[in-house]
């Protein structure tokens, strides 16, 4: 087989693993967990409204809703690929192509900057996020570390490249705001072209900064800091210890070969750690720096390489290079036993995708009008507004401050694996088995 042909396929490897998977494991053709039910409410009013929707999160909490969390961006895309083929076809396309577009820019950023082998094994240790339900959630929040990768990657070679990259996270996610303005002043304030994308990207951060400050009592964002969230480290303990320390391995090395990536990257990991310690959601923290510190992993992994190859025999090089592929392979094992271990399967796409919740859908659908306000659980209240599209006077987290919830003409409650669904004067008017 032709060497260049090998070393194009091998940092991709990874990459066809995966997909494999994937497509062997359909976990994504049911709803997930985490804040899946958030994200399908925001595409629900873009679909429903689309210029209310774009800067007004307007169906929970009624009648005043609540402000925006983050941009619309992300939102914007689920609900047009909502639109043009479905729920269930835009929750999977999503969760399918943001693990595989992570694994990509693993893969193609190490490979091009640092080496075939660092692109093979960046491509691997991608997977070994802390956080694996961020990887495989449909979340705003995956694309931040993909875009700024990107945008630290372009920086010293071409500054528009980079600028898009920002912007579009500018557009994506709050964390946004601060990080992108970081890299390009550590790039070098002084330069002209970083300046100019600086002044670029000012409109898109001040207006978002001062949407957040004129509605601060109005989100309800504030409402979900957690101190219990500083520790467990996330699911994958033994993922993070192996990025952390071949991570930061690649960093110093890094440090004497590129100092000017070794301040971009250093700046990007600080920054969303201390972000999220501020939050008090260490782990999130961890999981935004995870994609960076995988190909700075992968780049201490070449060094490795490179070196047993040059100052002993092949042969050490290679069983090397296995004992690092085997050390990789335990830091993503529990992503691919958290996929593998999901019972979907394509026998089950005859299942509707809001699988135990279907009867109560057809329940909503056949009694209330769009206009109707409805009241629910707070645990079942995100749920049921994706699913109907109707207004109701609750909320899953993320109360705005001045809420009052109010009992409406249905109510609904959840019991003992039974829906309850009462009137306004408290009277039983259906019971619903919350089964498939």
Request: with cysteine.
């Amino acid at each position: 087989m032709n060497r260049n042909f090998l070393q194009k396929i091998i940092p991709f490897i990874p990459l066809l693993a995966v997909l494999l998977l994937l497509l062997i494991k359909p976990y994504y053709i049911f709803p997930t967990t985490g804040d899946t039910d958030f994200h399908l409410i925001r595409a629900q009013e873009l679909i429903q409204s689309p210029l209310q929707g774009l800067f007004w999160d307007y169906l929970p909490y009624s009648p005043n809703g609540r402000a925006l969390w983050h941009p619309p961006l992300f939102h914007s895309v689920l609900a047009f690929l909502w639109y043009l083929g479905g729920l269930r076809f835009a929750h999977s396309f999503l969760c399918v192509f943001q693990i595989i577009l992570t694994v990509f820019v693993a893969s193609w950023v190490a490979k091009k900057d640092y080496g075939t082998i660092a692109g093979f094994f960046a491509g691997i240790l991608a997977l070994a996020t802390n956080r694996i339900d961020i990887l495989t959630v449909p979340l705003p929040a995956t694309y931040i570390p993909i875009l700024s990768v990107l945008t630290i990657h372009y920086l010293p070679k071409n500054k528009f490249k980079a600028f898009l990259a920002s912007l579009l996270g500018v557009w994506t996610h709050m964390m946004s705001l601060v990080i992108f303005i970081a890299l390009f002043m550590v790039d070098g304030i002084r330069n002209k072209k970083n300046l100019k994308m600086i002044l670029l990207l000012l409109p898109s951060i001040i207006f978002w900064i001062a949407y957040w400050i004129i509605f601060r009592d109005k989100t309800g964002a504030t409402n979900q800091i957690n101190p219990l969230l500083y520790f467990p480290p996330g699911n994958n303990l033994s993922g993070l210890i192996i990025l952390l320390a071949f991570g930061f391995l690649g960093l110093y090395w890094l440090y004497n070969k590129d100092k000017e990536r070794f301040k971009l990257y250093s700046t990007y990991i600080l920054l969303v750690i201390l972000i999220e310690f501020i939050f008090e959601d260490f782990a999130r923290g961890f999981s935004y720096a995870s994609l960076p510190l995988a190909i700075l992993a992968g780049f201490s992994m070449q060094k490795i390489y490179n070196h047993c190859k040059i100052n002993y025999k092949r042969t050490f090089a290679n069983l090397i290079i296995v004992l690092l592929v085997f050390v990789s392979i335990i830091g993503t094992s529990p992503f691919f036993i958290s996929v593998y271990s999901n019972e979907a399967s394509w026998d089950y796409l005859n299942i509707p995708f809001e699988t135990n919740y279907t009867q109560l859908n057809s329940f909503i659908y056949g009694n209330t009008d769009k206009t109707e306000v409805i009241w629910a659980e707070s645990t079942i209240a995100d749920k049921i507004i994706w699913m109907t599209g109707r207004k109701i006077s609750n909320g899953k987290y993320g109360k705005p401050t001045d809420f009052q919830e109010q009992h409406q003409k249905i109510n609904i409650y959840t019991s003992n694996n039974t829906f309850i669904i009462k009137d306004y004067t408290n009277n039983t008017l259906k019971q619903i088995p919350n089964t498939i």
